[in-house]
């Protein structure tokens, strides 16, 4: 079993910044990618971005040039710094989890709320 717990989440005005962090726990043999989804009420869940175990990313097109993902190996932890945060990027932010556990290939974490005031 892998538990991802996430923080960074919260309340920010447009143009602010706000940092999420993911970390993976578990019996873990192997991170595959790790990265960051998002689900606004009445919309479907969608990528924000993605970092593959050999440092290939993937952005949204939304969030090109505002978000930067990035993560920490030896904490099997990826961060998400967005910048220039718009109403429009008000969510609910999952980190996701793919690899070799001993139980198990994905995982989704619970959940963290960010809210952009316009």
């Known amino acids: 079993q892998v538990q991802l717990v996430e923080s960074g989440g919260g309340l920010v005005q447009t143009g602010g910044s706000l940092r999420l962090s993911c970390a993976a726990s578990?019996?873990?043999?192997?991170?595959?990618?790790m990265g960051w989804y998002r689900q606004a009420p009445g919309k479907q869940r969608e990528l924000v971005a993605t970092i593959t175990r050999a440092g290939t990313i993937n952005y949204a097109d939304s969030v090109k040039g505002r978000f930067t993902i990035s993560k920490d190996n030896a904490k099997n932890t990826v961060y998400l710094q967005m910048n220039s945060l718009k109403p429009e990027d008000t969510a609910v932010y999952y980190c996701?989890?793919?690899?070799?556990?001993?139980?198990?290939?994905?995982?989704w974490g619970q959940g963290t709320q960010v809210t952009v005031s316009s």
């Open positions: 996701h989890f793919t690899g070799a556990t001993i139980q198990g290939y994905a995982y």
């Open positions: 578990g019996t873990i043999f192997r991170v595959d990618a």
